[in-house]
T-cell receptor, first 115, second 109 residues
Framework: DTEVTQTPKHLVMGMTNKKSLKCEQHMGHRAMYWYKQKAKKPPELMFVYSYEKLSINESVPSRFSPECPNSSLLNLHLHALQPEDSALYLC??????????????FGPGTRLTVL | GQNIDQPTEMTATEGAIVQINCTYQTSGFNGLFWYQQHAGEAPTFLSYNVLDGLEEKGRFSSFLSRSKGYSYLLLKELQMKDSASYLCAVDQGYSTLTFGKGTMLLVSP
């Protein structure tokens, strides 16, 4: 299994809603990532989990809350988002944080629209 | 600071060869990746270079010169389906990839 899966594919939410994005991989990867991508821009790193511990938070607002329940799962909890948070949210995984070969495998993304 | 430069847009004809350049200045270097991304889809891995030289993989080749902070992606026998954004990304050795802004390649008949 060389796939990263993400659910849902599309999400529309109001600014007062609470929702969660889910990501799953079964490749035995120990590093997992959340990226935000706006149209015609490159992915921007949000969070990195290494061995189920948060290792990097790129100054992301607290209305985004990541969670790594186990080595295969990564969640992103959303609360009180703003319309400018509308974007494609990508999850990725790689073998290990400090390995010499750090190819990241990306999931298909969740297209989020905040109304 | 971190800086990764690539052209914003390129056009080419079906069957032709195109070279997409990437120059980088980063505080660390543990390899350089090229990803392909079709609109609305996830990036998919194309190539990885950590040593100087050319890596060939079918119609796609990637070159790296660490001393010059330079890489290119070479696409041969272009097909319409190669129309996509091509992202150059540097692994700085502390778990993160720093992406360039991407090059939108348009392949015409």
């Amino acid at each position: 299994d060389t796939e990263v899966t993400q659910t849902p594919k599309h999400l529309v939410m109001g600014m007062t809603n609470k929702k969660s994005l889910k990501c799953e991989q079964h490749m035995g990867h120990r590093a997992m990532y959340w990226y935000k991508q706006k149209a015609k821009k490159p992915p921007e790193l949000m969070f990195v989990y290494s061995y189920e511990k948060l290792s990097i938070n790129e100054s992301v607002p607290s209305r985004f809350s990541p969670e790594c329940p186990n080595s295969s799962l990564l969640n992103l909890h959303l609360h009180a988002l703003q319309p400018e948070d509308s974007a494609l949210y990508l999850c990725a995984s790689s073998q290990a944080e400090k390995s010499s070969y750090n190819e990241q495998f990306f999931g298909p993304g969740t297209r989020l629209t905040v109304l | 600071g971190q800086n990764i430069d690539q052209p914003t847009e390129m056009t080419a004809t079906e069957g032709a060869i195109v070279q997409i350049n990437c120059t980088y200045q980063t505080s660390g270097f543990n390899g350089l990746f090229w990803y392909q991304q079709h609109a609305g889809e996830a990036p998919t891995f194309l190539s990885y270079n950590v040593l100087d030289g050319l890596e060939e993989k079918g119609r796609f080749s990637s070159f790296l010169s660490r001393s010059k902070g330079y890489s290119y992606l070479l696409l041969k026998e272009l097909q319409m389906k190669d129309s996509a954004s091509y992202l150059c990304a540097v692994d700085q050795g502390y778990s993160t990839l720093t992406f360039g802004k991407g090059t939108m390649l348009l392949v015409s008949p």
